[in-house]
């Protein structure tokens, strides 16, 4: 089981290096977002775009069209263009969650030092596991809304956080991003 996990998550990975977003991508996204929340979108890695696009498309199949959602598809990963990933750090991200995602936690709960990432081993692990709240600062930042600030803050906590959301509307979207977010 975790072996298929692992060689899943290496052709999500695979995926995330070769596909860029086109201009018509870019297009809709732009349709979609406030010219700041756009600017955001541009700040990431074209990998986390293309990403964002795939769990964007993942949710209109789905039939979900809530406009915090869509927003926050797009940008769920934003917190990510603080520090950018490295090639190698993304590959142990992703073996490492596969086969010890209990330390991935604790490793990436590491405090940071006036907002520097360690240029130890644990960079990447903070990076992966504290972008959602640096996320939703930037979102905040953009003027987005309190439910889109709110999904991009617990994108990546399991359900453990769906009490923070009052409403059984917004848990619903909560849950969704996480299962669009988990297969793009
Ligand atoms: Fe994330
Ligand atoms: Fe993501």
Known sequence: MKLARILYRAHQFWQ??????????????????TPSEYLLFRRMHWSEQAHGLRVLRSL???GE?????????????????????????R???????????????????????????????????????QHPGWG?????????????????RYHQNGMSDVGKFSHSLDRHLLHVLQAADEES
């Open 91 to 129: 590959v142990v991200i992703v073996v490492a969650k596969a086969v010890v995602p209990g330390r991935v936690i604790r490793w990436g709960a590491s405090p940071m030092l006036e907002n520097q990432a360690p240029a130890d081993w644990r960079r990447g692990f903070i990076i992966s596991e």
């Open 65 to 89: 069209h809530h406009p915090d959602l869509l927003k926050a598809a797009l940008l769920h990963d934003v917190g990510k263009s603080c520090f950018p990933l490295r090639l190698w750090e």
């Open 136 to 152: 939703a600062r930037m979102a905040a930042e953009a003027g987005m809304s309190p439910l889109a600030i709110a999904l991009i």
């Open 60 to 62: 209109l199949d789905r």
């Open 16 to 33: 995330a290096l070769v596909k860029k977003p086109t201009k018509s991508d870019l297009e809709f996204v732009e349709s979609l977002l």
